[in-house]
Every structure is written in structure tokens, then in C-alpha cells.
């Protein structure tokens, strides 16, 4: 079970609706740069980026499918060689032996249900083994066609330190997002919460004396301090 972090909003900066605006304007001026981190040059490469994505970091995968995605071009390319090949070219990424398997069974679907392209509908997404939501949002977020929010370890983090929800469940916090997020920041959202919580409020000992969102958040160590 991940650790919870609903527990640290104990202040009250106010309503959620009213502090969301504020709150994405200060992380978009903050983070300019918030975008994936994965490279990619085709819907293919996107989708195989994001499956190995899983449990790694972004570099780990970039560094993986720099070799990867010269060898494997095509869905038909996954499937012309023996399992452990591919096994052993995406090993680097962690569990990559059921890394491997999704994307062959993944790539057969694509070839036997959709002609070789990678759908862009979340339910059709999300029904190729190894695709959870959270995949499926990015996927389609990152081609234009966002139909949700992408719930990582990092957004999870944030929304409950920001009092955007008090769930556990990656699908709940991905609703009481969609409930409160404006639908036209859907797509950059997570990635804002991505970084600020890489650069600072990072799991462990968030930066509250440096946070733009200080005086927004009801979790701001700063804040608590100041009205004891
Ligand atoms: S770093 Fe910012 S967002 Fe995180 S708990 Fe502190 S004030 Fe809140």
C-alpha cells in the first residue's frame, strides 16, 4: 500500500474551486518547461515508451529505446523475434519480463484489432494487456485527445498535500480531479504536479519555504509555523 499523504493538509487555505486557478497560473509560470519527458517520434513509439515507463525513469527508458526503436519499428517487428530477445533489449527498465509479454500480446491486438495503428479511445486503450489507465490517459493526452487525468506516484502525492482529494485510489483522485481541474488543463496538470514534484515537493522533505503554491496549500509546512 502506498503511503498516504492526505493526512498533512491540516490547514485551511480555502475553497478547492477557488484556489485551482491560482494554483496552475503560479506552477505554469514556475515550470515552463513541464512536458513529457519521454521521447517519442510516432503514436507507436509513444505507446511502447509509456508501457516501459513503469517502475523506472524517464532517462532509464530514453536511453532504452534510443537502440529499441531503430530495431523495432513496426507492431509486426515485436513478434518476429524470439521473447527473450526482446526481453533482453528492454531489460535495463526493470520487470522486464512482463514488460516484454504486455508488449507482444499488446502488438498482436494492435495487428488483429486495429490494423496495426494504436487506438486512441481509453476504452480501447486500456483493454491491451499491460495498459492501465494512467497509460491510456497519457497516450491519449500527449496525441491532443485527452479524455482524463494521468494519475502518477507524483500527482497522487500532491493532490492530497493540495487538498484536492482525500482518496487513496488512483481512479477516485483521477475523478475528484476531473470535478474541480478546468477541462482545458487536463492535459497539463499532471505534468505541472510531475515536476513541481520532482524539484520541490518531493516525498520525502517537501521544500515549503521555497514553494510557489505556499499560502494555496494546506499541507505548507511554512504556513503551519507561521500561524502556531
Ligand atoms: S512544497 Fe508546496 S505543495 Fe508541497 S506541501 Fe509544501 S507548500 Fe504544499
Redesign the pocket.
Known amino acids: 500500500m502506498a503511503r498516504s499523504y492526505v493526512g498533512?493538509a491540516r490547514l485551511h487555505a480555502g475553497r478547492r474551486r477557488d484556489r485551482i486557478r491560482p494554483m496552475i497560473e503560479r506552477l505554469a509560470a514556475a515550470h515552463p518547461d513541464a512536458v513529457i519527458a519521454l521521447r517519442f517520434r510516432s503514436h507507436l513509439e509513444l505507446l511502447v515508451s509509456v508501457m516501459l515507463s513503469a517502475q523506472t525513469t524517464d532517462a532509464t527508458v530514453n536511453r532504452v529505446t534510443e537502440r529499441l526503436f531503430s530495431k523495432y519499428r513496426r507492431p509486426e517487428d515485436y513478434l518476429a523475434v524470439p521473447l527473450e530477445e526482446l526481453e533482453q533489449d528492454v531489460r535495463p527498465t526493470g520487470t522486464y519480463r512482463l514488460k516484454a509479454r504486455n508488449l507482444r500480446a499488446a502488438m498482436r491486438m494492435l495487428l488483429e484489432e486495429h490494423g496495426g495503428e494504436v487506438p486512441i479511445r481509453i476504452d480501447e486503450l486500456v483493454r491491451l494487456r499491460g495498459v492501465g489507465r494512467k497509460t491510456a490517459n497519457v497516450v491519449a493526452a500527449e496525441r491532443g485527445a485527452t479524455q482524463g487525468i494521468v494519475v502518477d506516484t507524483h500527482v497522487r502525492r500532491?493532490s492530497q498535500?493540495?487538498g484536492l482529494t482525500r482518496q487513496e485510489d488512483p481512479v477516485r483522485i483521477e475523478r475528484d480531479l476531473m470535478r474541480v481541474v478546468p477541462r482545458e488543463d487536463w492535459s497539463r496538470f499532471p505534468h505541472l504536479l510531475i515536476w513541481?514534484g520532482r524539484r520541490?515537493?518531493v516525498a520525502r522533505a517537501?521544500?515549503?519555504e521555497t514553494?510557489v503554491?505556499?499560502g494555496l496549500?494546506p499541507?505548507?509546512?511554512?504556513e503551519a509555523t507561521r500561524r502556531a
Do not use: N
Not at 499541507?219 to 511554512?222: G, K, L, T
Open positions: 498533512e500532491l498535500r493540495l513541481h520541490v515537493c517537501p521544500r515549503c514553494c503554491l505556499a496549500c499541507s505548507s509546512r511554512v
